[in-house]
Each structure stands twice: as C-alpha cells, then as structure tokens.
Antibody, heavy 119, light 110 residues
C-alpha cells in the first residue's frame, strides 16, 4: 500500500526557517512527481509546490516563490520543503501528495504536519 | 493566484442527487481536461474522488461522477448518503505552470 508520512512541523517565529520531510513507501518513488499542499486553520486547500520526476523542474505558488524550496532524494524515497522567511500566514497543515499522472491529480496523501508561525 | 469558484455550501437529503460546480477560465478549467475533485472530512487528509474531469479511481463509488462544460466543471453525487457529508474541492492545472484549488464546498446531508 502506498503511504506518505510527513514530519518536521512545529512552532517557529516569524522570519524563521523550517524544513519539512515526507517519506514514501509502498511504491517506486522515483517514478512519480510530488507535491506539497497546505491548509490554513479553517480555510481551504492551497497548492504550494511541485517537483517533477528526477528533479527536472520545480514549480511554486506565488505566495511562497523565493522563500520555499522543494527538493527530493530518490535514494531516501523522500521529498522536502525548505521554508525560509516564514510569515504568520504560512501557518497551516502541510500535506505531501503523490502526483498520479498527466493531469496532476494527487492520488496518495500523507496525514499532514502542522506549522505554526507565531511570536 | 485566484482560486477557482465553488459554492460555499450545498445540501441534499439521503437518496437525492446534488451537483457542485467549479468555475474557472479558459486558462485553467476550460483549457485542459486536468480537473480533479477531492473529498475531505474534518481533521483528515483529502481523498481523490475524480481525476481528469470524469475518471474515478478504483474504490470510489460510481455514485460520484464528473463532467465539464466550457469553463465550468461539475461533481455530481447521486443517491446521497450520510457518509458523503464532507468538504469537496476542485483542482485544475493553470497555463502559468501553476495549479489551483477551488475555495471548497461544504456538503450537508439533511
């Protein structure tokens, strides 16, 4: 069974940094693009970032462009999100998700990790 | 990046059918058959219900169906059941090499 497990969330002050990790199991990780999606408290889902197979390209939402960096390590079956210059409005549950195909749909999701940006 | 437009809430009685709309532009929903739909229960991760406009992943009941006309995609749930009460989100590729969700729709089963 395909599974994703996120970690690395926590409480951080505005302007600080945090690195999220997502470990995959149950499928051939290197064959899939991966995404990060977040959900602020009481709000809807927001796509954050995408990394193609082989790290051939990375995409970012305008809200995080220049502050967040997505990366992957296929040997470790892991995808990461380095978050710098964090702001209050980055507070959210962060999910990693597997890209299921050409249409970009997300067919496997982790349970999420919570990031709280507050002084 | 503006979100796709969904109704904030819809409701229906058990056994009825409901439809949730998702309106975008020719740059996203109207331009590509890359619309997917997600179901989310409170405190839980989203679940893929429909991909590429009208395809159901294995395990998703055939009560769930998707369509698209112009810049509007729709999710229809027929034979509504109490367990369908959840939040639903549409999602699409956008031609600026970005991806965008709808604002979400809360489905209430009366």
């Amino acid at each position: 069974e395909a599974q994703l497990v996120e970690s690395g969330g926590g409480l951080v002050q505005p302007g600080g940094s945090l690195r999220l990790s997502c470990v995959a199991s149950g499928f051939t990780f290197s064959r899939y693009s991966m995404k990060w999606v977040r959900q602020a408290p009481g709000k809807g889902l927001e796509w954050v970032s995408h990394i193609h197979i082989g790290s051939s390209s990375m995409l970012y939402a305008d809200s995080v462009e220049g502050r967040f960096t997505i990366s992957r390590d296929d040997a470790e079956n892991s995808v990461y999100l380095q978050m710098n210059r964090l702001r209050d409005d980055d507070t959210a549950v962060y999910y990693c998700a597997r890209d299921g195909g050409a249409g970009g749909s997300m067919d496997v999701w982790g349970q999420g990790t919570t990031v709280i940006v507050s002084s | 990046q503006s979100a796709l437009t969904q109704p904030a809430s819809v409701s229906g009685s058990p056994g009825q059918s409901i439809t949730i709309s998702c309106t975008g532009t020719s740059s996203d929903v109207g331009g590509y058959d890359f619309v997917s739909w997600y179901q989310q229960y409170p405190g839980k991760a989203p679940k893929l219900m429909i991909y590429d406009v009208r395809n159901r992943p294995s395990g998703v009941p055939d009560r769930f169906s998707g369509t698209k006309s112009g810049n509007t995609a729709s999710l229809t749930i027929s034979g509504l059941q109490a367990e369908d009460e959840a939040d639903y989100y549409c999602y699409s590729y956008r031609n600026t090499n970005t991806l965008v969700f709808g604002g979400g729709t809360k489905l209430t089963v009366l």
